[in-house]
Structure formats: structure tokens, C-alpha cells
């Protein structure tokens, strides 16, 4: 089999570092995982008049949801909560009623932020929607990374110094999708 993993980046910044993560994370995954990025740029603002009409952006992150089995959820923190972008994916994927994409997809959360306390109160924030929408999500290891010189080094790559943690990290959520994917 191969595993397939849904990234959800809660930022849209050309030079986001929880983009630049993702992709970084995804690198130290074993073989056998693949891993393709949601749209959710380009989703309409919710609209629960739209739940029987989804647009075709709408319909596309849902399909990639079906096709995943499992969820990395890598975002910034916005004034101590998740981006609106984020939440208004999770809010589309999950319509119409009785027919949300989520329900079941394990899902790992991370994030990076330039504040001390690293995405922390995001990422709680995040777990409480996800746990109302069924998602298991992994208690840990927890990650709550800054951004800051050398978290990444010259090829984009994690650096030395978080590298070993966060492939601690990536270990246990590989194993976590598998255990759910079976
Ligand atoms: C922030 N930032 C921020 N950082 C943090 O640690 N806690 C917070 O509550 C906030 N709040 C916040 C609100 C808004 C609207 C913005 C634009 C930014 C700073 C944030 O960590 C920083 O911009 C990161 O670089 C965002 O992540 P990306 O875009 O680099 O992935």
C-alpha cells in the first residue's frame, strides 16, 4: 500500500514557513507515503446556502480528503486561534450535514510561529474541531516549533538542531496512520 497524507497548511504567505514545514516534514516520511497539499486558497467564504451546490473547489478538497488516509494539519497561530482560512476549509469539507469529508482521517498537527509559544494555543484550538468532527487526532509527541535562524537549512531541509525531533515526530505519525489506515 501506499499511504497517502492530505497536508492542510493554514497559510497563504508566498514564503510561509509552516509551507516551507510541510514540505520539509514530508521528506523525512518513509517510503511507502505520499503527500499532496489541499487548495484551500481558493475556496469561497462559507455558505451554508451553498451545501447543496458545493463549487468545484469545494468538491475537489473533499475528494482529496476521501482519497487520504491520513490528515497533517501544519499551521501558523492568528491572534492565539487558527487562521480563518483554515477553518473555513474544515467548515466546507464538512457539508453538507451527515456528509463530511473529516470523520475518521488520523490526523497529526503541528505548527511553527514566531512567537514563543509556537502555534500551542492554535494547535488546541484545532484539536477541539477536529475531536467534534470525529478526526483522531495524535496526543504525541506534541510539536510547537519557532521560527528562527537555522530552522531550516540551505536546501530547505530541517536543520541540525530540530532534525532529529521532528523526524521523532514524524516517526510516531506515520505509525499512527498506519494504525488507523488498517
Ligand atoms: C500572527 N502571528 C502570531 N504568532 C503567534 O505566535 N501567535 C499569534 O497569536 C499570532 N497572531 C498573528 C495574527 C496575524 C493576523 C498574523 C498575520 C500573524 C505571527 C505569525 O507567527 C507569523 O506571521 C508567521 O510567520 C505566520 O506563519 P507563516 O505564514 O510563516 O506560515
Known amino acids: 500500500t501506499t499511504y497517502q497524507i492530505a497536508i492542510i497548511v493554514g497559510s497563504l504567505r508566498h514564503d510561509s514557513f509552516n509551507y516551507k514545514l510541510a514540505g520539509a516534514l514530508a521528506k523525512l516520511a518513509p517510503s511507502g507515503f505520499s503527500f499532496q497539499q489541499l ?3 481558493d475556496l469561497p467564504l462559507y455558505n451554508q446556502d451553498d451545501d447543496e451546490n458545493q463549487d468545484a473547489s469545494v468538491k475537489q478538497i473533499k475528494a482529496d480528503i476521501d482519497a487520504a488516509h491520513g490528515l497533517l494539519f501544519v499551521t501558523p ?6 487562521p480563518g482560512v483554515l477553518k473555513n476549509a474544515i ?6 450535514y ?4 473529516w470523520a475518521g ?3 497529526g498537527i503541528l505548527g511553527v510561529s514566531v512567537g514563543a509559544i509556537g502555534t500551542a494555543m492554535a494547535q488546541q484550538h484545532l484539536r477541539n474541531i477536529l475531536a467534534y468532527l470525529d478526526v ?3 496526543g504525541q509527541p506534541e510539536a510547537f516549533i519557532q521560527a528562527k535562524d537555522g530552522l531550516f537549512d540551505d536546501a530547505g531541509d530541517i536543520g541540525p538542531d530540530s532534525k532529529v525531533f521532528l523526524q521523532t515526530w514524524m516517526d510516531h505519525y506515520t505509525a499512527w496512520v498506519m ?3 488498517s
Open 39 to 41: 487548495q484551500i486558497g
Open 77 to 82: 497561530e492568528y491572534n492565539r486561534s487558527i
Open 91 to 96: 467548515d466546507h469539507a464538512s457539508r453538507p
Open 98 to 101: 451527515g456528509q463530511s469529508a
Open 105 to 107: 482521517k488520523p490526523a
Open 136 to 138: 483522531p487526532t495524535m
Open 179 to 181: 494504525k488507523h489506515a
